[in-house]
């Protein structure tokens, strides 16, 4: 079975067997297999072999394949754990053929950033509730600890972000890509800065403006349908949170120029982002096809070229390793919980393309070397403190503060806590 072949160096360290549409078994790896694949029609082989990074979660949408002894994660566990070349198991000649190809796969001029940001994160905000923390942060929680929870550790990580960024009360701040507005209210309600948030996604928009009015700090905070490239003005502080992966490499420069024309002089960005730490590569096909269209996330050698050609100073850089991994994990156990309530609200097709996109987001930050990397920018060089001791300052200082309660008593939904 070729299939098998094909598959038989990734598994060093497990064992799997697969049965084909025929029902003849084949053993791939070393030991006693705990999890078997079944195929369940003769055309998926041969779709597998041509094309497994799209066909494979095809396959498990479509119900063309099962997966016994364990769940969807389990198997790409298994493949993943052993080697370091999983990406050439399941890869093709295609997605490495051409940097051209890349280059056109990642640009994303306005209309269709727009487009792209609708297909995913217009879902309903009901929807999201089932999986996310209170605060309905999408994006890479800050793990103190090992057994953090999720609400806490997003706590952590607009802690750790409004530490670094120095602010002050009065301070004029740009979040690009507020989401659902998190971020923002955080920042406004704990260091008193006035606060503009700019998302693509209507759906937030509405969300996050019905939470400003909840919390009493719409005259403190307002929300924007608007684009990085249509915003004008001055700030003294801009954030960025889970937003890059979307902008696209041949945009970096005009990003990173757009980032500087907006700061002050003695103004401060922090950029948060998915990054790969074993150099430039593409998007897998099926996550570029399903979940995220336009989506990329780059290695700091993409990044850094375009600070340096916009005459950024960069003045800080953290690598957040395995924190996407535990974000990930909490996600994903949350939407087995409650599932059914997933299905009632989408289909079986939905539900199966969300668990395969946790488990294989997951995977790629446990095991392929995905990070999470937080750049601070600076026009001037004297921006920012000569050590880094304030941010651990600042960090403790927020944990310890009171928040302000909230100025209105109107009840909107527990994700507005």
């Known amino acids: 079975m070729l299939l098998a072949r094909l598959l038989s160096p990734a598994l060093t360290a497990g064992a799997l067997d697969i049965v084909g549409a025929d029902?003849?078994?084949?053993?791939?790896?070393?030991?006693?297999?705990?999890?078997?694949?079944?195929?369940?029609?003769?055309?998926?082989?041969?779709?597998?072999?041509m094309n497994p990074r799209l066909r494979f979660g095809e396959a498990y949408m479509d119900g063309r394949?099962?997966?016994?002894g364990g769940s969807v994660y389990d198997f790409l566990a298994l493949l993943s754990a052993g080697t370091d070349n999983v990406q050439g198991v399941l890869g093709n000649l295609r997605e490495a053929l051409s940097p051209a190809l890349r280059l056109i796969q990642q640009s994303n001029p306005l209309r269709r950033s727009r487009r792209n940001v609708a297909h995913h994160y217009d879902l309903s905000r009901s929807f999201f509730e089932l999986f996310l923390d209170r605060d309905l942060q999408y994006s890479c929680a800050y793990f103190p600890t090992p057994d953090t929870g999720l609400d806490e550790a997003q706590e952590a990580k607009k802690r750790h972000i409004a530490a670094k960024l120095l602010l002050r009360p009065g301070m004029r701040v740009l979040d690009i890509g507020c989401g659902w507005g998190g971020m923002a209210l955080y920042l406004a309600r704990m260091t008193g800065a006035q606060v503009t948030g700019i998302t693509l996604s209507r759906e937030q928009l509405a969300v996050a403006r019905e939470r400003a009015a909840h919390a009493g700090l719409a005259g403190q905070v307002r929300f924007?349908?608007?684009?990085?490239?249509?915003?004008?003005?001055?700030?003294?502080?801009?954030?960025?949170?889970?937003?890059?992966?979307?902008?696209g490499v041949p945009h970096y420069p005009a990003f990173f120029a757009k980032l500087r024309d907006l700061l002050a002089e003695d103004g401060v960005g922090l950029l948060h982002a998915i990054g790969r730490s074993d150099g430039p590569g593409s998007t897998n096909p099926w996550f570029r096809k399903y979940i995220f269209p336009g989506g990329y996330s780059p290695a700091l050698s993409e990044v850094i070229p375009a600070v340096e050609k916009a005459k950024l100073w960069n003045t800080d850089v953290e690598i957040l390793r395995l924190h996407y991994a535990e974000t990930l994990r909490h996600w994903r156990e949350r939407f087995a919980a409650r599932r059914k309530e997933a299905r009632a609200m989408y289909d079986e097709r939905f539900c199966r393309m969300w668990e395969f996109y946790l488990a294989g987001a997951e995977i790629s930050f446990r095991y392929q070397g995905h990070m999470v990397f937080q750049m601070q920018l600076a026009r001037s060089l004297g921006a920012v403190p000569l050590v880094r001791d304030y941010m651990q300052r600042t960090e403790t200082a927020l944990a310890e503060a009171v928040p302000p309660p909230l100025r209105t008593g109107r009840n909107v939904g527990a994700s507005n806590a």
């Open 23 to 49: 029902g003849r078994r084949h053993r791939v790896g070393v030991g006693t297999p705990t999890l078997t694949l079944r195929l369940h029609d003769k055309a998926l082989h041969r779709d597998l072999v």
């Open 65 to 68: 394949l099962s997966i016994e």
């Open 224 to 247: 924007e349908l608007c684009d990085y490239r249509q915003m004008e003005g001055r700030f003294d502080r801009i954030v960025s949170v889970g937003m890059f992966e979307h902008v």
